[in-house]
T-cell receptor, first 112, second 115 residues
Framework: DQQVKQNSPSLSVQEGRISILNCDYT??????FLWYKKYPAEGPTFLIS?????DKNEDGRFTVFLNKSAKHLSLHIVPSQPGDSAVYFC???????????FGKGTLLTVNP | NAGVTQTPKFRILKIGQSMTLQCTQD?????MYWYRQDPGMGLKLIYY???????DKGEVPNGYNVSRSTTEDFPLRLELAAPSQTSVYFC??????????????FGPGTRLTVL
């Protein structure tokens, strides 16, 4: 039973354009969401997060949007750069449970 | 400040062998975690620890054991390696305080193959 779903295994965009990565969740107890970025042969690194009390959080080129009614969040990267090419994982946790539940990841390729 | 370090980076085991994956963090984080990532899959939690001397099972604990005798170290033990344990293993740590959880910081991973 996948509680965090990333339905697009891969995404390809041109440099300078917007990248939109999507994530859906089923557990209504989740109240904190994170995006991690992973390069090959490295561990995941934290990118950006959002609490369920917000619907948007921005950090430079990265913006995460949360739609609680739809149980959907998205990561926008503008403008996309070749160095953004990596696997992006969506993760979620709920309440006092600090354990993260991860999606399967989306491979983003940004073409020069 | 090295963050989270893991050894070894790679290992090949024969079925039935045992080994310990080492994990050390120098950030004085109280929580530590072990995950495995199978090809095309997300990270699945094996075990976690909320502090020295306290560990608990995650989503996929069968075939593994952990201990946490110090704040810094959180080794993962495989007693009887099986091909199903072929995976990439990530250790992570975070600082959980009165404000709630800080982000989890990950090590570079250990790629394990069981033949």
């Amino acid at each position: 039973d996948q509680q965090v779903k990333q339905n697009s295994p891969s995404l390809s965009v041109q440099e300078g354009r917007i990248s939109i990565l999507n994530c859906d969740y089923t557990n209504s107890m989740f109240d904190y969401f994170l995006w991690y970025k992973k390069y090959p042969a490295e561990g995941p690194t934290f990118l950006i997060s959002i609490s369920s009390i917000k619907d948007k959080n921005e950090d430079g080129r990265f913006t995460v949007f949360l739609n609680k009614s739809a149980k959907h969040l998205s990561l926008h990267i503008v403008p996309s750069q070749p160095g953004d090419s990596a696997v992006y994982f969506c993760a979620a946790r709920g309440g006092s449970n600090y354990k993260l539940t991860f999606g399967k990841g989306t491979l983003l390729t940004v073409n020069p | 400040n090295a963050g989270v370090t893991q050894t070894p980076k790679f290992r090949i085991l024969k079925i039935g062998q045992s080994m310990t994956l080492q994990c050390t963090q120098d950030m004085n984080h109280n929580y530590m975690y072990w995950y495995r990532q199978d090809p095309g899959m997300g990270l699945k939690l094996i075990y976690y620890s909320v502090g020295a001397g306290i560990t608990d099972k995650g989503e996929v604990p069968n075939g593994y054991n952990v201990s946490r005798s110090t704040t810094e170290d959180f080794p993962l033990r495989l007693e009887l390696a099986a091909p199903s344990q072929t995976s990439v293993y990530f250790c992570a740590s975070s600082l959980v305080g009165t404000r709630g959880q800080d982000t989890q910081y990950f090590g570079p991973g250990t790629r394990l193959t069981v033949l």
